[in-house]
C-alpha cells in the first residue's frame, strides 16, 4: 500500500489521514478498494481509535465510503459524479486561476516548464503515476499563487477525489494504442497554456485552462463508463503497462 510512518508532530489520526489520502491519490488504493483497518495501523504504527477517526475524516470527503458490517473503501465515482466533480471545479478554478495568475512569476513559469518534461518523461515511461503527479504539480504552481486560501482548499479536495481516476485512465491510454494520441494531446495544451502565460496573455491561459478542464472532464467520464468491476483492483496487484 505504499503507507510509511513519519516523525512530523501531528497527531496520531493526521497522519493516518494523510497517508491514506497520498495512497489514494496516487491509486495504490484504487476505487472500490476494501481498506484494511488493522493492517493499515500497524504500518502506520498507531493504534485502530485515531485511524477510525481518520477514515470518518476521509469519508466526509468524499475519498472513502462506509458500509455497514462491512467497513471503509475507497469511494467509486459513477459517471455522473465526475460530471458533477468537474462542474464545481470549473466554478472554483476558474476564479482561483483568476486570482492566481496576475501573481504568477518567472520562478513559477519555469517550474511550470520543469513540470513538463517530467510528464514528458513519464509519458515516454508509460509511467501513470509519475504523469499524475506532474500533471498536479504543473496546476498547482498556478493555484498555489491564489491569496485566498479556502478556494485552495476546497480544490484541492476535488482534485483528490478524482486522482484515483486519472490513473487508472493513463494506464488504459498505455493499454489501447488507439487512445495514446490522448497524452499527446495533454502535453501540447500544458504548453501551450504556459506559452500564454509566459507571453502574459492572460486572457488566452484562461480560455485555454477551461478548454483544458472540460476535456478532462468529457475523457474521465467516458472512462468511467467504461469501467468493469474489475478494473478497480488495487494497483499494487496490477501490473504496470
Same mark, same amino acid.
Request: proline residues 5%; glycine residues 4%; charged residues 25%.
Given at each position: 500500500?505504499?503507507?510509511?510512518?513519519?516523525?512530523?508532530?501531528?497527531?496520531?489520526?493526521?497522519?493516518?489521514?494523510?497517508?491514506?489520502?497520498?495512497?489514494?491519490?496516487?491509486?495504490? +488504493?484504487?476505487?472500490?478498494?476494501?481498506?484494511?483497518?488493522?493492517?493499515?495501523?500497524?504500518?502506520?504504527?498507531?493504534?485502530?481509535?485515531? +485511524?477510525?477517526?481518520?477514515?470518518?475524516?476521509?469519508?466526509?470527503?468524499?475519498?472513502?465510503?462506509?458500509?455497514?458490517?462491512?467497513?471503509?473503501?475507497?469511494?467509486?465515482?459513477?459517471?455522473?459524479?465526475?460530471?458533477?466533480?468537474?462542474?464545481?471545479?470549473? +466554478? +472554483?478554478?476558474?476564479?482561483?486561476?483568476?486570482?492566481?495568475?496576475?501573481?504568477?512569476?518567472?520562478?513559477?513559469?519555469?517550474?511550470?516548464?520543469?513540470?513538463?518534461?517530467?510528464?514528458?518523461?513519464?509519458?515516454?515511461?508509460?509511467?501513470?503515476?509519475?504523469?499524475?503527479?506532474?500533471?498536479?504539480?504543473?496546476?498547482?504552481?498556478?493555484?498555489?499563487?491564489?491569496?485566498?486560501?479556502?478556494?485552495?482548499?476546497?480544490?484541492?479536495?476535488?482534485?483528490?477525489?478524482?486522482?484515483?481516476?486519472?490513473?487508472?485512465?493513463?494506464?488504459?491510454?498505455?493499454?489501447?494504442?488507439?487512445?495514446?494520441?490522448?497524452?499527446?494531446?495533454?502535453?501540447?495544451?500544458?504548453?501551450?497554456?504556459?506559452?500564454?502565460?509566459?507571453?502574459?496573455?492572460?486572457?488566452?491561459?484562461?480560455?485555454?485552462?477551461?478548454?483544458?478542464?472540460?476535456?478532462?472532464?468529457?475523457?474521465?467520464?467516458?472512462?468511467?463508463?467504461?469501467?468493469?468491476?474489475?478494473?478497480?483492483?488495487?494497483?499494487?496487484?496490477?501490473?504496470?503497462?
Amino acid at each position: 500500500m505504499g503507507l510509511q510512518q513519519t516523525n512530523l508532530p501531528r497527531t496520531a489520526e493526521a497522519i493516518a489521514a494523510s497517508e491514506l489520502r497520498a495512497a489514494i491519490v496516487r491509486g495504490d +488504493l484504487a476505487p472500490g478498494a476494501k481498506i484494511p483497518q488493522e493492517l493499515t495501523a500497524q504500518q502506520l504504527g498507531i493504534s485502530l481509535i485515531p +485511524l477510525r477517526e481518520a477514515l470518518k475524516t476521509l469519508s466526509s470527503e468524499g475519498l472513502v465510503t462506509y458500509e455497514p458490517q462491512r467497513g471503509y473503501f475507497v469511494t467509486e465515482l459513477p459517471g455522473e459524479s465526475i460530471e458533477q466533480i468537474y462542474a464545481v471545479r470549473s +466554478l +472554483l478554478e476558474s476564479e482561483t486561476e483568476r486570482l492566481a495568475v496576475p501573481l504568477l512569476g518567472s520562478a513559477q513559469l519555469e517550474a511550470m516548464r520543469a513540470h513538463l518534461r517530467t510528464q514528458e518523461r513519464a509519458m515516454e515511461d508509460l509511467d501513470a503515476v509519475a504523469m499524475i503527479a506532474a500533471n498536479r504539480s504543473l496546476h498547482f504552481t498556478i493555484f498555489e499563487r491564489c491569496e485566498n486560501p479556502w478556494l485552495v482548499r476546497f480544490v484541492t479536495q476535488l482534485w483528490d477525489s478524482v486522482e484515483p481516476y486519472r490513473v487508472l485512465f493513463y494506464r488504459r491510454i498505455w493499454l489501447d494504442g488507439n487512445e495514446r494520441p490522448i497524452a499527446n494531446d495533454v502535453l501540447a495544451e500544458h504548453d501551450r497554456i504556459i506559452a500564454a502565460l509566459e507571453r502574459g496573455r492572460t486572457d488566452r491561459a484562461l480560455r485555454l485552462l477551461e478548454q483544458h478542464r472540460r476535456g478532462s472532464a468529457a475523457s474521465l467520464k467516458v472512462l468511467v463508463g467504461r469501467l468493469p468491476a474489475s478494473s478497480y483492483a488495487p494497483a499494487r496487484q496490477r501490473s504496470r503497462s
